[in-house]
């Protein structure tokens, strides 16, 4: 485990009850950059969402926990914010929490790399199984470079119709059609 790996294990051991003490949960810690330039991204979560009354209150809540904390030595900007809509998937707990969502997985293969994207239908603890074209498609974590949620804009076509381009939402005919 190299120094950084290290150092968010034990900030997200610090955390995670200071986090749940207030009513959230610690979704991830990222530690970035190098020396005076390093950032510590904490994100929390919870049902219904975390609103700025929430973020501030754990700022508050962490940052004394921050200066004691032995692994965390040296400067460092803090940002604590909220997953948003397009979640990063980095541990099983995030894919577990996202399926049935659409999402974009980055594969590493022996042709280089890939990007799958589709519903993830179910994980476990080293893979997770995602629906892309019809076909299930299983992936192993370890083949993963990226992985995230995806959001779709606007209502979802029914199910058996797809959206065709151009296409009018109202009770008009499309372009080009005849009575």
Same mark, same amino acid.
């Given at each position: 485990?190299?120094? &950084?790996?290290?150092?968010?294990?034990?900030?997200? *051991?610090?955390?995670?009850?200071?986090? +749940?003490?207030?009513?959230?949960?610690?979704?991830?810690?990222?530690?970035?950059? =190098?020396?005076? =330039?390093?950032?510590?991204?904490?994100?929390?979560?919870?049902?219904?969402?975390?609103?700025?009354? +929430?973020?501030? !209150?754990?700022?508050?809540?962490?940052?004394?926990?921050?200066?004691? !904390?032995?692994?965390? +030595?040296?400067?460092?900007?803090?940002?604590?914010?909220?997953?948003?809509?397009?979640?990063?998937?980095?541990?099983? =707990?995030?894919? +577990?929490?996202?399926?049935? &969502?659409?999402?974009?997985? %980055?594969?590493?293969?022996?042709?280089?790399?890939?990007?799958?994207?589709?519903?993830?239908?179910?994980?476990?603890?080293?893979?997770? *199984?995602?629906?892309?074209?019809? !076909?299930?498609? !299983?992936?192993?974590?370890?083949?993963?470079?990226?992985?995230?949620?995806?959001?779709?804009?606007?209502?979802?076509?029914?199910?058996?119709?797809?959206?065709?381009?151009?296409?009018?939402?109202?009770?008009? %005919?499309? %372009?080009?059609?005849?009575?």
């Amino acid at each position: 485990m190299g120094t &950084t790996e290290a150092s968010v294990t034990a900030v997200r *051991r610090a955390l995670a009850p200071v986090v +749940a003490a207030l009513g959230l949960d610690l979704y991830d810690v990222e530690l970035q950059g =190098a020396g005076a =330039a390093r950032t510590l991204r904490v994100t929390v979560d919870r049902a219904g969402g975390v609103d700025l009354d +929430a973020i501030a !209150e754990v700022t508050r809540a962490v940052s004394p926990v921050l200066d004691d !904390e032995p692994s965390l +030595a040296g400067a460092y900007l803090l940002e604590v914010s909220s997953p948003g809509v397009e979640r990063v998937l980095r541990t099983p =707990a995030h894919y +577990a929490g996202a399926h049935g &969502t659409t999402v974009s997985i %980055k594969v590493r293969t022996e042709a280089g790399t890939r990007r799958v994207h589709g519903v993830l239908l179910d994980s476990d603890e080293t893979t997770c *199984r995602v629906e892309v074209g019809g !076909e299930h498609e !299983e992936i192993s974590f370890g083949d993963v470079t990226q992985a995230r949620t995806v959001f779709e804009w606007g209502p979802q076509p029914r199910p058996g119709q797809r959206r065709r381009a151009g296409a009018s939402s109202g009770t008009g %005919k499309s %372009k080009g059609a005849t009575a």
